[in-house]
């Protein structure tokens, strides 16, 4: 499974800073309201890097994500901070390991656009508490000209040029927003909970895509795969040179959030 080969580097790769995960925590708290005695579940939580803050909350959490090797860092992590989260491994697009109309909030960093939409949104509705609890999506930004944002879009060119077109992050995301708005939702306005600046080696992006089924969110063959990783790594290198040396970037957290009536 790709997050099992990755999960010991994720972080390094994709972590968010110690005092960035705090800040989030108490934009989501000041999103959703008092929080005591609430029940949380967190759709792919991987690693949790975003997680720890939240399991020093006064609520009952419960995590799930896919990947069993990224739960095992996340409970080593937890163990060596002396917490004892609830983690369960499933898949998103399946049944979520919560009852119906027994969550006060569904919280989902950079994993719900992995997921079909209709069937989160349905999921969503479903454990969600009546008369209504939170959706918090949250997801890393960086400027378009950051190198990240620069390799990801110059893959998706390259991908287009063999005749594939990639698909939406964005795009999935905001379909569940849209369902749930149709559903009656109540969409608030996205928040900035943290800015920093990291940085990001090229190559880095290269392993985590050779290391994909696909490339952009679609199946592919592999030929077509190693043409386009081909091409990209000799644009990178022409680009940036040492694709191992650390570029910085300025990046920020967003949440986004809705209300979500049930029934």
Do not use: C
């Not at 000041?30 to 997680?51: F, H, K, N």
């Not at 997921?115 to 890393?140: F, I, K, Q, S, Y």
């Not at 964005?170 to 608030?188: H, T």
């Not at 490339?215 to 990209?232: F, H, M, N, S, W």
Request: no cysteine; hydrophobic share 45%; proline share 6%.
């Amino acid at each position: 499974m790709l997050y099992d080969d990755q999960a010991a580097r994720f972080d390094e790769r994709a972590g968010v800073p110690t005092d960035a995960a705090e800040a989030v925590a108490a934009a989501l708290v000041e999103i959703v309201g008092p929080v005591e005695g609430q029940r949380w579940l967190e759709v792919g939580a991987g690693t949790g890097g975003l997680s720890l803050p939240l399991l020093r909350m006064p609520i009952r959490y419960t995590a799930f994500d896919r990947s069993p090797a990224m739960l095992q860092v996340f409970r080593e992590r937890a163990d060596a901070a002396g917490l004892a989260p609830e983690l369960r491994v499933a898949d998103g697009d399946a049944r979520w390991p919560a009852e119906d109309a027994g969550t006060d909030v569904v919280f989902s960093a950079r994993a719900l656009h992995h997921l079909d939409p209709h069937h989160a949104a349905a999921e969503t509705r479903r454990v969600l508490r009546t008369p209504g609890g939170w959706l918090v999506l949250g997801r890393v930004r960086r400027p378009p000209d950051s190198p990240k944002s620069v390799l990801r879009r110059q893959m998706r060119r390259m991908l287009e040029a063999q005749g594939f077109a990639g698909r939406s992050h964005q795009a999935r995301a905001d379909a569940v927003f849209a369902a749930l708005e149709g559903a009656g939702g109540r969409r608030v306005q996205p928040r900035v909970a943290a800015r920093w600046t990291g940085a990001h080696r090229p190559a880095d992006s290269l392993a985590a895509w050779e290391g994909k089924n696909g490339l952009a969110g679609i199946e592919i063959t592999a030929q077509v795969k190693a043409r386009v990783l081909r091409d990209l790594r000799k644009w990178a290198q022409a680009e940036y040179g040492d694709l191992h040396r650390p570029l910085d970037q300025e990046e920020a957290f967003e949440l986004e959030a809705i209300r979500v009536p049930t029934g």
